[in-house]
């Protein structure tokens, strides 16, 4: 992913609202000292910013990483990458991943169309590279069907579509690794 999308994503998890939702949540209130009631959301998000700080400094990296996966990377679920992403050009966008990987460019096709001398004309355009479809949707004009068939596509490709697998948050520590393959032998 480029580092806006990175960008917007990490701007989106430690923005003032989330953070101070996260922190209400956590309890991280009594930890604040303020004369004000309730505590500000600014006060909230910075006292959490400097509890994951102190975690840092006490308990090391990875202990710090497991708690912002658990109280923070989950504040992504129901989120949509375009929800949290303005991507001006999708089209762009797409062409210039395909060709990171060595992908030819899209190809977008008209592939349906519904009530084209009506008020309100539907067209599906699919994408094509290869003469494999990667991605179709639905669109007003032509346009619009191709721009969102382009952030389908993207969403493919960044592996971040809606009905996407859960994350999987456990690692397996080298000991219980070591321990299964110790016991199958």
């Known amino acids: 992913m480029p580092s806006e999308g990175v960008a917007a994503i990490v701007g989106h998890i430690t923005n003032q609202e989330v953070m ?3 922190a209400k949540n956590l309890g991280v209130e009594d930890l604040a000292l303020t004369a004000e009631f309730p505590v500000p959301q600014d006060v909230l ?8 700080g102190v975690l840092l400094q006490s308990s090391g990296p990875e202990r710090t990483e497991l708690f912002i996966r658990d109280f923070l990377i989950t504040q ?16 762009g ?3 210039e991943e395909l060709t990171k990987r060595n992908i030819p460019a899209p190809e977008p096709r008209l592939t349906r169309t519904s009530g084209k001398t009506t008020a309100l004309p539907l067209y599906f355009v699919g ?3 290869n003469k494999k ?16 068939a382009a952030r389908v596509a993207l969403r493919k490709l960044y592996r971040y579509t809606d009905n ?5 948050f456990y690692k397996p520590q080298k000991e219980q690794i070591e321990q299964k393959f110790i016991s199958s032998n």
């Open 127 to 129: 994408l094509y590279s």
């Open 45 to 52: 998000q910075q006292t959490l910013f400097a509890v994951i």
């Open 76 to 91: 992504l679920i129901g989120k949509d990458l375009f929800e949290l992403w303005d991507v001006i050009n999708p089209m």
């Open 20 to 22: 101070s939702h996260v």
């Open 164 to 168: 996407r697998r859960p994350w999987n």
């Open 133 to 148: 479809l990667l991605a179709e949707a639905p669109g007003e004009t032509l346009f619009a069907a191709e721009e969102e």
């Open 93 to 95: 966008l797409l062409v």
